[in-house]
């Protein structure tokens, strides 16, 4: 059974840090691209950023360039996401997404609340 477990979401003031983690099973996980998107309220989902299977190559989207980190351990299943001076406009539900050719797969999500 394929499972995406995110974790580490929350509420946190303006600039500052959380970290996201997830815990993938029931795939191979060290042949999957991982990414993380996210989706705020009212709007679509958006890629925020993107990593090869190995973690060699990165990518990310413009607004969070700078101030997001996407890592992954491969021994542990786990990619993470690492999320500095964060901004309200950050606010929305982070999805965690394997990719394999045609094969795709979605956690469940975390809430990631900026407000002070």
């Known amino acids: 059974q394929v499972q995406l477990v995110e974790s580490g979401g929350g509420l946190v003031q303006p600039g500052g840090s959380l970290r996201l983690s997830c815990t993938a099973s029931?795939?191979?996980?060290?042949?999957?691209?991982m990414s993380w998107y996210r989706q705020a309220p009212g709007k679509e989902r958006e890629l925020v950023a993107v990593?090869?299977?190995?973690?060699?190559?990165?990518n990310y989207a413009d607004s969070v360039k700078g101030r997001f980190t996407i890592s992954r351990d491969n021994a542990r299943n786990t990619v993470f996401l690492q999320m500095n001076s964060l901004e309200p406009e950050d606010t929305a539900v982070y999805y965690c997404?394997?990719?394999?050719?045609?094969?795709?797969?979605w956690g469940q999500g975390t809430q990631v609340t900026v407000s002070s």
């Open positions: 997404h394997a990719n394999f050719v045609s094969l795709k797969y």
């Open positions: 990593s090869t299977v190995s973690g060699g190559a990165t």
């Open positions: 029931g795939f191979t996980f060290s042949a999957f691209a």
